[in-house]
T-cell receptor, first 109, second 113 residues
Framework: QKEVEQNSGPLSVPEGAIASLNCTYS??????FFWYRQYSGKSPELIMS????GDKEDGRFTAQLNKASQYVSLLIRDSQPSDSATYLC?????????FGAGTRLTVKP | NAGVMQNPRHLVRRRGQEARLRCSPM?????VYWYRQLPEEGLKFMVY????????ESGMPKERFSAEFPKEGPSILRIQQVVRGDSAAYFC???????????FGQGTRLTVV
């Protein structure tokens, strides 16, 4: 069973702090990795894609990938209350895209 | 460019009825995924389709559930003889290629009464 594991949280950070979300995956053949944000009652929204080892930055978001350790992370700088949501990590191997259970983030004003 | 369109947004069915969920992928996307999500839980893979082909249905129950993605028209997820345990949010996602990101529709919330 190919698995993607995330800490379910909840993770609580004060406004302006850095939120760090972590994810591990079991399938070494996974090629593509994604972070989605899901607000309560809404659909998942893609926020970051990462395909190679290292860091990828987009605004306040930085995704980090370490294939040797089978580890993906998402850093959110200058966290805002509007970042409060569940963050889903996904690992994809060809057509097989599997999700973690998500980490619930709360940013407190 | 319209996003992934799912309809209906909300669907109520009595036990034993059929539920039919529709998904129109983004323009130019030929890869469609269906996922189910129970409250406070993650996304569970159900089925992956390309035009006219079911590629991977390993996550879909073998009975009562079926999916299709015809040459013309939307992808359909069909649940026959629904039971209360089928109540969930069903999300469709599409991607332009097999190795790229997928974009989700708004989902269909199915309630079985």
């Amino acid at each position: 069973q190919k698995e993607v594991e995330q800490n379910s949280g909840p993770l609580s950070v004060p406004e302006g702090a850095i939120a760090s979300l972590n994810c591990t995956y079991s399938d070494r053949g996974s090629q593509s990795f994604f972070w989605y944000r899901q607000y309560s009652g809404k659909s998942p929204e893609l926020i970051m894609s990462i395909y190679s080892n290292g860091d990828k930055e987009d605004g306040r978001f930085t995704a980090q990938l370490n294939k040797a350790s089978q580890y993906v992370s998402l850093l959110i700088r200058d966290s805002q209350p509007s970042d409060s949501a569940t963050y889903l990590c996904a690992a994809k191997r060809n057509n097989d895209m599997r999700f973690g259970a998500g980490t619930r983030l709360t940013v407190k004003p | 460019n319209a996003g992934v369109m799912q309809n209906p947004r909300h669907l109520v069915r009595r036990r034993g009825q059929e539920a039919r969920l529709r998904c129109s992928p983004m323009k130019g996307h030929s890869h469609v995924y269906w996922y189910r999500q129970l409250p406070e839980e993650g996304l569970k893979f159900m089925v992956y389709l390309q035009k006219e082909n079911i590629i991977d249905e390993s996550g879909m129950p073998k009975e009562r559930f079926s999916a299709e993605f015809p040459k013309e028209g939307p992808s359909i997820l069909r649940i026959q003889q629904v039971v209360r345990g089928d109540s969930a949010a069903y999300f469709c996602a599409s991607s332009p290629r097999v190795d790229t990101e997928a974009f989700f529709g708004q989902g269909t919330r199915l309630t079985v009464v």
